[in-house]
């Protein structure tokens, strides 16, 4: 279904991406032009998951989701499916990392964790840079790191700045048999507690297909090098020293950096409100 079904809302600020920055106009066009699909659907999240979702959702494709990134201002990667909530007026990026089966077993230090992901963001603000993005730091927690060993979902919540202006993800990780979906929701902080709720009423949809969920491991399966503070981290970061830090962040690198340190509402290079309710409901 196309996106003209759908009405876009976007508030730009100006310093979105400099002086050759596009109009709002021109963005919410771009936007809107994407080949937006509506639930009730199973939305394929790449080749190893799908996501159920009802009639307020509205997701795009990996190619129109690299994209959507773009647009707003954020590191386009490979891999990215993102949704729309009509409802509640936030979206979030989900993919998938072939890591192998991470181990769960490991206590997390929230401490030592922040300080590896403000350590990131000279390299992430680097790269924004030759794109014309505003810089983007890591200004603490939202919610520490948590890992639920039922539902095999690690979760947290960063707040970010860019110059004056704040904005906040919420990134969960759901644990499979031979990796990890990122699913990150992007929101402003005076309505993350509303959105983190309906995030989290989305992801009862979400289910790793047959043979890829997590209690299906088996003797002789890729078992990944690191563990659940890596995910949160930046990838691998238990492995640097060993095998040299850049070379190990791969796939991760996208995950937690590009998506968590990369999204921006209602601040320098993001948008306060990207899609209104469905007028066509």
Known sequence: MNSKKFGFVLILVSSLAGAAAPSGQEVASNIESLDWQKGPAAAPIGAKAVLNVNQDIVYINESNSRKFLELTGNLPSNGYYIIFNTKDSWWAGFSFSESGYI????TIDPNVILKRLKDGDAATNEERRKRGFAELYTDGWYKPPHYDPMTKRLEWGVRLRSGNEFTANYTIRLLGRTGVTSATLVSS?????????SFKAVLPGFEYKSGEQYSEFKQGDRVAEFGLA?????GAAAVATKKGLWGVIGAFLAA??????????????GV???LSRNKDA
Request: charged share 25%.
């Open 230 to 234: 890596a995910l949160i981290a930046g």
């Open 256 to 269: 937690s950096w590009k998506i968590a340190a990369g999204v921006l509402i209602a601040a320098g290079a």
């Open 103 to 106: 181990k769960d077993g490991e």
């Open 189 to 197: 902080p005076e309505v993350l507690d509303q959105n983190v709720q």
């Open 272 to 274: 306060k409100k990207l």
